[in-house]
């Protein structure tokens, strides 16, 4: 068994907010805790009385009163309603609990080091504002209203204005095409629409007004564009509005309509890699309760503190990031490039915005290592305490990586959940240890668990990732699903009543669980499951490889073929010896069954334009699916590549 890779100490738990919030407990005989410090008896608490938890959630954070209804009504999923008597908005609590003068959006841009901050004031003035127009434009409880936007405090903005309103909020970076930001958007219908003129990316500007345009008339309920202008000048057409416009009337008053505890916050979009991206809505009480407990419990976050995760606005990381300003916390917005001018840009940027709490991805730190960057010795990096990690397995060697060139006293906390439910199932606590290549525990109210295929709880063998009991966060329904069948089948069709996630993990009698990928991409060995996120966890952390793609595939004639597909680093070539290096450290790190039938030299690997690799498509184009089959080009970071793929397929024996 390893050793932790961090411990927190007798002082860090007694501070803790999480500790605070057990002592409230008990204080208020609300649980039956005896130890406060006993983060498993809290989580089991939390999961076997549902109901009292989130009340308990909801008086912790003063969130306002909630009568005598009850929390929720129902008893199976999806069948489920939380706090049905209940009015609230997202945006009112938001400004109730900030300190106008302090820092709430901090925006760092490539091509300057000077990063500008809006305070909560100055952001409560421009949302009021904002909201002010939109509801001149007619914009009422409801309606939709969509962003093509880079990373930036106007899509804060615009955000809290839309749902100020009881508006539904929608967003879609600028990397996307408008053919793919119109496949999200266009099931929306939406009245108005929030665009850039253009962005900074990877040292140049990108001017996106043509895109803006063509999205525009891919948009046909549209009656009016926003543009946030900063570098090129506005068309000379009145269907569009200039930023500075929308939001010059500082004498507006914020004023913010309360709705029901389900009523719709906003829509975010599954990948629509294989199909039309699925809406996924989520409720303003929903997310607001959830969000309150991951990011001051789990995550420890107080008004003092800088929330900094790397992202666009087509993640749900971004959501997750914005409600740090819910706990009077400020957060960065930065829409460059990660390694812009220098790999280690991303612990610049922390250092130079006093950035508390830093969030990136296992992609991100393995490029780090394999960059040979020490950041604790480059930038000051004495107010950070916790790196968040999440968007794929992340590998002990990176955790150890965090803990030498970062810094041993910082927790590497890697979390896991999804777009689905706008936050995570597993992660951290600041009063749990961390432990290289697994999550330390389910958060709070998340009654996780592993099912085998017969719907029989499994401890020490891999497992689909189920969630056994309501979660506020859960969808409230899938967009144009009005007989719930999308959102039945999506979830629920396995295990009746119970939410099966489609992850493969182990959760261990001992301590930790260990995430092994996407179930629907499972290999299969002799009957023997193994998880592709095993075999990236070795190979890419080979200096020679930059990174591994590996698919099982079921021949028509029966048999099973395991190649593995490498992208070998600058200079490097995948010669023979190198195969064997690669398969001899499978196999003593991992098992036999883990050495790939063929390791064959690709020219990279395709991702979702959220970073996930396209393992199910590739699968289905070696088994002679032609790329655009299986595949959205809009949704593909490099769709050129699927062709080569292709290519390979009919020149190899794979069907």
């Given at each position: 068994?390893?050793d ?36 498993a ?13 989130w ?89 939709r ?48 629409l ?27 309920s ?7 202008d ?52 989520h ?18 976050l ?22 740090a ?84 006293d ?5 979390i ?39 719907g ?57 669980i ?5 179930s ?57 010896e ?14 036999n069954?883990h ?39 809009a ?19 794979t069907?």
């Amino acid at each position: 068994m390893a050793d932790p890779v961090w411990t927190p100490t007798a002082r860090q738990i007694a501070d803790a907010r999480i500790t605070d919030f057990a002592a409230w407990l008990c204080r208020h005989q609300r649980a039956d805790i005896s130890v406060t410090t006993d983060y498993a008896a809290l989580w089991r608490w939390s999961v076997e009385d549902v109901e009292q938890f989130w009340m308990a959630i909801w008086d912790y954070f003063d969130v306002g009163d909630r009568g005598t209804g009850p929390a929720l009504a129902g008893d199976r999923m999806p069948e489920v309603h939380w706090f049905p008597e209940i009015e609230l908005n997202y945006v009112e609590y938001l400004f109730r609990h900030s300190d106008p003068d302090r820092p709430a959006v901090v925006e760092v841009d490539e091509d300057t080091d000077t990063p500008r901050t809006l305070t909560f004031g100055e952001l409560r003035t421009r949302v009021a504002a904002l909201a002010q127009t939109l509801r001149n434009l007619g914009v009422d409880r409801g309606d939709r209203v969509v962003g093509y936007l880079p990373n930036t405090a106007e899509t804060v903005t615009a955000f809290l204005a839309t749902a100020s309103l009881g508006a539904v909020w929608a967003a879609c970076g600028q990397d996307y095409a408008p053919v793919g930001a119109a496949h999200r958007f266009a099931q929306l219908e939406p009245r108005v629409l929030v665009a850039a003129t253009g962005y900074h990316y990877g040292g140049r500007h990108h001017d996106k007004r043509q895109a803006v345009e063509e999205l525009r008339r891919l948009l046909p309920s549209v009656q009016r564009t926003l543009l946030v202008d900063r570098d090129t000048g506005l068309p000379d057409d009145p269907h569009y509005l200039s930023w500075s416009e929308a939001t010059a009337d500082a004498s507006a008053l914020l004023s913010t309509e309360p709705v029901p505890f389900d009523h719709p916050l906003w829509v975010v979009f599954s990948s629509g890699t294989t199909g039309q991206p699925k809406g996924l809505v989520h409720g303003h009480g929903g997310v607001l309760l959830e969000h309150l407990k991951a990011l001051a419990l789990h995550f420890d976050l107080a008004h003092t503190d800088r929330l900094f995760w790397y992202t666009t606005p087509s993640w749900m990381m971004w959501n997750f990031q914005l409600s740090a300003l819910l706990l009077g916390a400020s957060i960065v917005c930065y829409a460059g490039s990660p390694t812009h001018r220098h790999v280690d840009t991303i612990w610049r940027i922390t250092a130079q915005t006093s950035t508390t709490v830093l969030g990136t991805s296992p992609g991100y730190v393995l490029a780090c290592e394999k960059g040979a960057c020490t950041p604790r010795d480059a930038h000051d990096l004495t107010m950070l305490r916790t790196v968040g990690v999440t968007g794929a397995p992340f590998p002990a060697a990176s955790a150890h990586w965090i803990a030498t060139h970062v810094g041993a006293d910082i927790p590497a906390v890697s979390i896991t959940g999804g777009t689905d439910v706008v936050t995570a199932f597993l992660g951290g606590a600041p009063t749990v240890a961390t432990w290289p290549g697994q999550l330390s525990c389910p958060w709070l109210g998340v009654a996780v668990d592993a099912f085998d295929d017969t719907g029989a709880p499994v401890r020490d063998a891999v497992g689909e990732l189920v969630v056994t009991a309501p979660l506020p966060s859960m969808p409230v329904v899938l967009w144009n699903d009005p007989d719930q069948r999308k959102y039945r089948e999506a979830y629920f069709d396995t295990y009746p009543g119970v939410w099966r996630h489609g992850d493969w993990v182990t959760i261990t009698t001992a301590r930790g669980i260990t995430v092994h990928g996407r179930s629907d991409a499972t290999l299969n060995r002799n009957g023997i499951r193994i998880g592709s996120a095993d075999i990236y966890d070795i190979v890419e952390n080979l200096p020679e490889i930059t990174e591994a793609l590996v698919i099982g595939v079921e021949r028509p004639d029966g048999s099973y073929w395991m190649p593995m597909f490498v992208v070998p680093a600058p200079g490097q070539m995948i010669d023979d010896e190198m195969k064997n290096r690669i398969c001899h450290r499978l196999r003593s790190e991992a098992s036999n069954r883990h050495v790939p039938d063929d390791i064959i030299t690709a020219p990279g690997i395709p991702h979702t334009r959220t970073g996930k690799k396209l393992e199910v498509p590739i699968k289905r184009i070696l088994l002679g699916h032609k790329p655009t089959d299986v595949a959205d080009p809009a949704t593909v970071d490099q769709f050129e590549l699927l062709d080569w793929y292709a290519h390979h397929a009919t020149s190899s024996t794979t069907t």
